[in-house]
């Protein structure tokens, strides 16, 4: 008798304890707000693996708060709110860092328009300054006589103009760059181009059409001959750097 009784205490405390546990409905709505939250700013598309183990959690716990394992449940609602925040702050720092890299992007593709924009200018200056002391020349020549010089029917003949700054063409590497007249009038100097674009070309064999290309003009001579033995040794470009 005394053994039934001890028994009817122990069952009548466990139906009390399981009794004294709440439904977790606050941490239940916390949790799908910030998974909700998650959701909405692209946390499926920018950290999938964290945002998918946040919904399966709530999902869990909602049914555990359905069968009545509330505590289980609170565990539960704590685990879908972690993952749920670090998926946040995962796509928040994901989209600041995409963000970034475009800005820079763009500001290089600025810096490269403005460096061919002037480029253009300065050819076209040094075009009109050439063209101004031809006409001159001629003047000259004429005042000297007595009768008119009919001026030559053809141009004379204009030195290239160097630049700092090219537009690769279609069928161009750097060796056919190099021995440009307005470039360097020699394809073994194609290293020294190569090593000034290190940021937008990874293989010197590999350029592109369209790609604008700085051109060095503060080397050395003894940087120039360095160029030319190291275009002799790679051995890239033959037969056009064969002297």
């Known amino acids: 008798m005394q053994m039934f009784y001890r028994l009817l205490v122990f069952v009548a405390l466990m139906y009390a304890v399981s009794g004294c546990v709440k439904p977790p409905t606050e941490s239940l709505v916390s949790a799908r707000e910030v998974v909700a939250q998650a959701y909405a700013v692209g946390a499926s598309q920018y950290a999938p693996g964290e945002y998918q183990l946040a919904s399966s959690a709530l999902q869990a716990a909602e049914l555990q708060v359905k069968d009545g394992e509330h505590r289980v449940a609170a565990r539960t609602l704590d685990l879908a709110q972690r993952f749920a925040k670090e998926a946040l702050n995962l796509t928040i720092a994901r989209k600041q860092q995409l963000l970034a890299e475009q800005k820079k992007k763009e500001e290089e593709k600025r810096r490269l328009e403005l460096l061919k924009q002037r480029e253009i200018e300065r050819q076209a200056e040094l075009k009109q300054q050439q063209e101004q002391k031809r006409k001159q020349q001629i003047l000259k020549a004429n005042s000297k006589k007595t009768e008119p010089v009919v001026p030559p029917r053809t141009p004379a003949v204009i030195e290239p103009v160097l630049v700092d700054i090219v537009e690769v063409q279609a069928g161009e590497n750097l060796a056919t760059i190099a021995a440009r007249a307005n470039v360097y009038g020699?394809?073994?100097?194609?290293?020294?181009?190569?090593?000034?674009?290190?940021?937008?070309?990874?293989?010197?064999?590999?350029?592109?059409?369209?790609?604008?290309?700085?051109?060095?003009?503060?080397?050395?001579?003894?940087?120039?001959?360095?160029?030319?033995?190291?275009?002799?040794?790679?051995?890239?470009?033959?037969?056009?750097?064969?002297k």
């Not at 290190?198 to 160029?227: C, F």
Request: proline content about 7%; charged content about 35%; cysteine-free.
């Open 186 to 242: 020699d394809a073994l100097l194609w290293p020294l181009i190569y090593k000034a674009n290190r940021d937008q070309i990874k293989d010197p064999q590999e350029i592109y059409q369209g790609q604008s290309l700085v051109i060095p003009r503060d080397k050395t001579r003894d940087e120039a001959d360095a160029a030319r033995q190291e275009a002799r040794e790679l051995n890239l470009f033959l037969p056009l750097t064969e």
